[in-house]
T-cell receptor
Framework: RKEVEQDPGPFNVPEGATVAFNCTYS??????FFWYRQDCRKEPKLLMS???SGNEDGRFTAQLNRASQYISLLIRDSKLSDSATYLC??????????FGSGTRLQVQP | EAQVTQNPRYLITVTGKKLTVTCSQN?????MSWYRQDPGLGLRQIYY???????DKGDVPEGYKVSRKEKRNFPLILESPSPNQTSLYFC??????????????FGPGTRLTVL
């Protein structure tokens, strides 16, 4: 079983739609959680950290469920520019981050 | 401008010909690491460094070497490249290895093809 699992997608949604991705992690000792965004053939960039109480940044909302060991990312009012691959990232405290394979989102006009 | 640079960006080489991919950061970060990214496998860590002269293996270190003689530089060395090392490589740096200050800043990537 992979340490961090994501549905690879692609998720094809129309502009303005709300879309949600989930990510599960296997190490219950995981301490910190993040979502990174990666555009095609480019480097990943931090989108947002995920806090225990959930957090929001504009149209993006991240949630953490420690009991079920998953995190989620909700994108409201999708824009064409949101098309990218979203990487779920977990810090297990082993001095390294573990990346999921990513979920591809394609927002269509 | 705060950044991580990698060179070369693209490289096609042949089996067995030693090569080095350079990585440099100008943010005075202590933690640096190398990843490779392959379709369906995501980013996998090759090596990391907690500080100067401190390096350790990541998840897929076989066939690679690194060094950290200066804080800003963290080159990746392939002594005898093989076709299974064909991949997209990213260097990354962060203030620390874990906790709130471990946002990873990535370089632009090096696309390596080994024939």
């Amino acid at each position: 079983r992979k340490e961090v699992e994501q549905d690879p997608g692609p998720f094809n949604v129309p502009e303005g739609a709300t879309v949600a991705f989930n990510c599960t992690y296997s190490n219950s000792a995981s301490q910190s959680f993040f979502w990174y965004r990666q555009d095609c053939r480019k480097e990943p960039k931090l989108l947002m950290s995920v806090y225990s109480s959930g957090n929001e940044d504009g149209r993006f909302t991240a949630q953490l469920n420690r009991a079920s060991q998953y995190i989620s990312l909700l994108i409201r009012d999708s824009k064409l520019s949101d098309s990218a691959t979203y990487l779920c990232v977990v810090d297990t405290g082993r001095r390294a981050l573990t990346f999921g394979s990513g979920t591809r989102l394609q927002v269509q006009p | 401008e705060a950044q991580v640079t990698q060179n070369p960006r693209y490289l096609i080489t042949v089996t067995g010909k030693k090569l080095t991919v350079t990585c440099s950061q100008n943010m005075n970060h202590e933690y640096m690491s190398w990843y490779r990214q392959d379709p369906g496998l995501g980013l996998r860590q090759i090596y990391y460094s907690m500080n100067v002269e401190v390096t350790d293996k990541g998840d897929v270190p076989e066939g690679y070497k690194v060094s950290r003689k200066e804080k800003r530089n963290f080159p990746l060395i392939l002594e005898s490249p093989s076709p299974n090392q064909t991949s997209l490589y990213f260097c990354a740096s962060s203030l620390s290895a874990s906790g709130s200050y471990n946002e990873q800043f990535f370089g632009p990537g090096t696309r390596l093809t080994v024939l």
